[in-house]
């Protein structure tokens, strides 16, 4: 079985300009989770989406926006990017009703703002 | 006070050796606890699940959690360089989103 596939793996942007991450889910798993990873903060919980809702909202400015696709599929966008949003971005996935907390991540989409 | 507190390291030890990671945690409603293992440029991935207080093993993994002291543990036992990675800890209190400790990068020297 296919893991999660998160594209772009590597990307560079500019301070003001926006990005989109791309997330395909384990094949069957209807939740999906974003989770920002910096070296000062460590691992930042997003968002969660299930069957294209939003279940769960972590705690980031209206700048970092998702949705989720009726294939489970998964988008992240980050608007009027800042020095800041420097991070490895990354994607979970889990078989929603199994083991609670259980996630399946892909390795991640690397952005750099210059 | 961070819900979750965990000694970021580095921590460096010889092959064999037994190795104890750690995290606390402030929000009595945990339920489930995780460990999770980071190798450079990879994503984490699941290593211990534990519901609840007790000790769960697992070949030469150990995860412990004391709920009483809000503290949990995660041993290595016969430690090898393949063992070398960052540990997550990881917790909820149930359909709420992880939070992970910040990591622990652990180097084990041939």
């Known amino acids: 079985k296919a893991g999660v596939t998160q594209t772009p793996r590597y990307l560079i942007k500019t301070r003001g300009q926006q990005v989109t991450l791309s997330c395909s889910p384990i094949?069957?798993?209807?939740?999906v989770s974003w989770y920002q990873q910096t070296p000062g903060q460590g691992l930042q919980f997003l968002f969660e989406?299930?069957?294209?809702?939003?279940?769960n909202k972590g705690n980031f400015p209206g700048r970092f926006s998702g949705r989720q696709f009726s294939n489970s599929r998964s988008e992240m966008n980050v608007s009027t990017l800042e020095l800041g949003d420097s991070a490895l971005y990354l994607c979970?996935?889990?078989?929603?009703?199994?083991?609670?907390?259980?996630?399946?991540f892909g390795e991640g989409s690397r952005l750099t703002v210059l | 006070q961070k819900e979750v507190e965990q000694d970021p390291g580095p921590l460096s030890v010889p092959e064999g050796a037994i190795v104890s990671l750690n995290c606390t945690y402030s929000n009595s409603a945990f339920q489930y606890f995780m460990w999770y293992r980071q190798y450079s440029r990879k994503g984490p991935e699941l290593l211990m699940y534990?519901?609840?207080?007790g000790n769960k093993e697992d070949g030469r993994f150990t995860a412990q959690v004391d709920k009483s002291s809000k503290y949990i543990s995660l041993f290595i036992r016969d430690s090898q360089p393949s063992d070398s990675a960052t540990y997550l800890c990881a917790m909820n209190s149930g359909n709420t989103p992880l939070v992970f400790g910040k990591g622990t990068r652990l180097s084990v020297i041939a």
């Open positions: 979970a996935s889990s078989p929603f009703g199994e083991r609670i907390g259980e996630l399946f």
């Open positions: 989406y299930f069957s294209e809702t939003q279940r």
């Open positions: 534990t519901y609840s207080s």
């Open positions: 094949s069957g798993h209807r939740s």
